[in-house]
């Protein structure tokens, strides 16, 4: 099983540009987060998706948008990149929400907005 | 706003000595989980303590929770170079919808000398 796999690594953005950030799980969970973290802080949650087709807003979710089509994929969408959306995305999943079922994490994709 | 602040924010030990890592949290929880994190990679579960539980061992961990004081202690004994990484307590204080969402705190680096 690969788990959680995100897509791309790495991305250079000018301002203003858009992108498309792919999480794929292959554990059948029903739930699947987006979260981004910046230096010296802990995750904050962008999205997150209870299941094929339902998403919710998070901590942080101006300037984000997601969709939840299939039930192995998540997608982090930004429309129109600025600066202080430059940092490490990680997406992650889980069995279920209820918190004593640990949230499995993707390697993380790297943006850096000019 | 974070629910769980670490503490220290970063620690530096040699090899072989024993770590320990505090989380404070501001509301009650019903669990509390420990991720690791290795430099450039994505999170990993380490152990979940339910809030009816004092103390929980997983081989070189040691994870205690006091709700009174509403704060939680990760010791990693014997500790290895191996074991050099950033530390994250995550809490569960609040309820979206029907389900529970992490908040996670700022993490220790830890730093383990050969």
């Known amino acids: 099983n690969a788990g959680v796999t995100q897509t791309p690594k790495f991305r250079v953005l000018k301002t203003g540009q858009s992108m498309t950030l792919l999480c794929a799980q292959d554990m059948n969970h029903e739930y699947m987060y987006w979260y981004r973290q910046d230096p010296g802080m802990g995750l904050r949650l962008i999205h997150y998706?209870?299941?094929?087709?339902?998403?919710a807003k998070g901590e942080v979710p101006d300037g984000y948008n997601v969709s939840r089509l299939k039930k192995q994929n998540f997608l982090l969408g930004l429309e129109s990149a600025a600066p202080s959306q430059t940092s490490v995305y990680f997406c992650a999943s889980s069995y279920s929400s209820l918190s004593y079922n640990e949230q499995f994490f993707g390697p993380g994709t790297r943006l850096t907005v000019l | 706003s974070q629910q769980g602040e670490e503490d220290p924010q970063a620690l530096s030990i040699q090899e072989g000595e024993n770590a320990t890592m505090n989380c404070s949290y501001k509301?009650?929880?019903?669990?509390l989980q420990w991720y690791r994190q290795n430099s450039g990679r994505g999170l990993v579960h380490l152990i979940l303590i339910r809030s009816n539980e004092r103390e929980k061992h997983s081989g070189r961990l040691r994870v205690t929770l006091d709700t009174s004081k509403k704060s939680s202690s990760l010791l990693i004994t014997a500790s290895r170079a191996a074991d050099t990484a950033s530390y994250f307590c995550?809490?569960?204080?609040?309820?979206?919808?029907?389900?529970?969402?992490?908040?996670f705190g700022s993490g220790t680096r830890l730093l383990v000398r050969p």
């Open positions: 509301t009650s929880i019903n669990n």
């Open positions: 995550a809490t569960d204080g609040h309820r979206m919808d029907s389900s529970y969402k992490l908040i």
């Open positions: 998706s209870v299941g094929e087709g339902t998403t």
